[in-house]
């Protein structure tokens, strides 16, 4: 296997200036830069990480950080963190950990201030926990992704908008009993962004003299415990309402599939409207609000790695569009 020394003795330069021509700091010329690079071809060289990162002083490693690896929403978003920093040569390190777990805390506490990253990517990140002040200490460049950003570069949509725009659009189809499935239980652990898309459709509901008829069904966030809230919630004839706002679009499936199980037709008894545009979102005809967690994962490595390299960078907030998408799950109330 050839070494740096094959390198440098093959391009005629010192080990120093091959290290810099290849890792691209410290000043090195054009043409010695070709000659390295073009030595290092002929001999098959790839640099050891270790040695890389000796060299630079970086690892080429970003740290991200998310509360689950199972939901859509994640799986997407860490598509486009990867996709982009592999673009510019970044590896990433994932640590899906869930909320309130004794593993999750150990990894603010001690996994992350003992590893060495580039920089760290943050999704869902919770203020009850102070999850981002226990990561500002860091050395490494932040960015996080949702609601919560505390002055670091952020990247998000508006979650209370969102949840209201499709309230909105029950109330104006003429739906008065409007249920919003996704609380959790017990209610003090509903995430951030969680509680701002409960708070847009009370908010809507409230600017529709709808107060009084809120209703919130308990279920985490995934299908078959929404299927199950929906199953309470529609089981009974007498005070059933005519319209759904689910959290997020698998709770809305979970919904739809309880309707279809007990014989409620949707739209034509009940209406149901989810929030992400998820990919099952066409199969399930389902009318959504559209946001695209790829292309936020996308937007918030391309902000790391700006500060990576330019730490004095400004401080960059994105807010990622989102948009309502009609399809065939919601209609006029019967």
């Given at each position: 296997m050839s070494t740096i020394a094959d390198v440098a003795a093959l391009a005629g330069v010192s080990k120093a200036t091959a290290s810099r021509a290849l890792s691209g700091r410290g000043y090195v010329s054009d043409a010695t830069r070709e000659r390295v690079s073009a030595a290092a071809s002929e001999l098959s060289y790839i640099a050891h990480s270790s040695a890389t990162s000796l060299a630079t002083g970086r690892t080429r490693t970003v740290g991200v950080i998310t509360p689950t690896l199972g939901r859509w929403f994640f799986t997407e978003l860490l598509t486009g963190?990867?996709?982009?920093?592999?673009?510019?040569?970044?590896?990433?390190?994932?640590?899906?950990?869930?909320?309130?777990?004794?593993?999750?805390?150990?990894?603010?506490?001690?996994?992350?201030?003992?590893?060495?990253?580039?920089?760290?990517?943050?999704?869902?990140?919770?203020?009850?926990?102070?999850?981002?002040?226990?990561?500002?200490?860091?050395?490494?460049?932040?960015?996080?992704?949702?609601?919560?950003?505390?002055?670091?570069?952020?990247?998000?949509?508006?979650?209370?908008?969102?949840?209201?725009?499709a309230t909105e659009h029950l109330i104006d189809l003429g739906h008065s009993e409007i249920a919003f499935i996704g609380v959790a239980s017990p209610a003090r652990q509903t995430a951030l962004g969680d509680s701002l898309r409960i708070a847009g459709y009370r908010a809507s509901m409230r600017a529709a003299g709808l107060s009084e008829r809120t209703i919130t069904a308990a279920a985490s966030g995934d299908m078959p415990a929404a299927y199950a809230a929906a199953v309470d919630l529609l089981g009974e004839r007498r005070g059933r309402p005519t319209a759904i706002v689910a959290l997020c679009d698998e709770m809305a499936i979970g919904a739809i599939i309880a309707a279809h199980r007990l014989g409620i037709a949707v739209p034509t008894e009940l209406?149901?409207?989810?929030?992400?545009?998820?990919?099952?979102a066409e199969m399930f005809s389902l009318t959504t609000i559209r946001q695209r967690p790829r292309e936020q994962g996308a937007d918030a490595a391309r902000l790391l790695l700006d500060r990576i390299e330019n730490p004095l960078a400004a401080v960059e907030h994105i807010q990622a569009p989102s948009t309502l998408v009609v399809r065939n799950s919601s209609a006029p109330p019967r």
């Amino acid at each position: 296997m050839s070494t740096i020394a094959d390198v440098a003795a093959l391009a005629g330069v010192s080990k120093a200036t091959a290290s810099r021509a290849l890792s691209g700091r410290g000043y090195v010329s054009d043409a010695t830069r070709e000659r390295v690079s073009a030595a290092a071809s002929e001999l098959s060289y790839i640099a050891h990480s270790s040695a890389t990162s000796l060299a630079t002083g970086r690892t080429r490693t970003v740290g991200v950080i998310t509360p689950t690896l199972g939901r859509w929403f994640f799986t997407e978003l860490l598509t486009g963190i990867h996709d982009a920093l592999l673009e510019h040569g970044y590896d990433m390190a994932v640590s899906g950990v869930a909320e309130g777990s004794p593993a999750r805390g150990r990894l603010f506490d001690t996994a992350l201030p003992g590893r060495r990253y580039d920089g760290i990517i943050a999704a869902g990140l919770q203020p009850r926990t102070h999850e981002l002040e226990r990561l500002l200490p860091l050395p490494s460049p932040l960015v996080s992704v949702g609601p919560y950003d505390g002055g670091t570069s952020s990247v998000g949509i508006d979650d209370t908008a969102a949840a209201r725009r499709a309230t909105e659009h029950l109330i104006d189809l003429g739906h008065s009993e409007i249920a919003f499935i996704g609380v959790a239980s017990p209610a003090r652990q509903t995430a951030l962004g969680d509680s701002l898309r409960i708070a847009g459709y009370r908010a809507s509901m409230r600017a529709a003299g709808l107060s009084e008829r809120t209703i919130t069904a308990a279920a985490s966030g995934d299908m078959p415990a929404a299927y199950a809230a929906a199953v309470d919630l529609l089981g009974e004839r007498r005070g059933r309402p005519t319209a759904i706002v689910a959290l997020c679009d698998e709770m809305a499936i979970g919904a739809i599939i309880a309707a279809h199980r007990l014989g409620i037709a949707v739209p034509t008894e009940l209406s149901v409207v989810g929030i992400d545009d998820h990919h099952n979102a066409e199969m399930f005809s389902l009318t959504t609000i559209r946001q695209r967690p790829r292309e936020q994962g996308a937007d918030a490595a391309r902000l790391l790695l700006d500060r990576i390299e330019n730490p004095l960078a400004a401080v960059e907030h994105i807010q990622a569009p989102s948009t309502l998408v009609v399809r065939n799950s919601s209609a006029p109330p019967r």
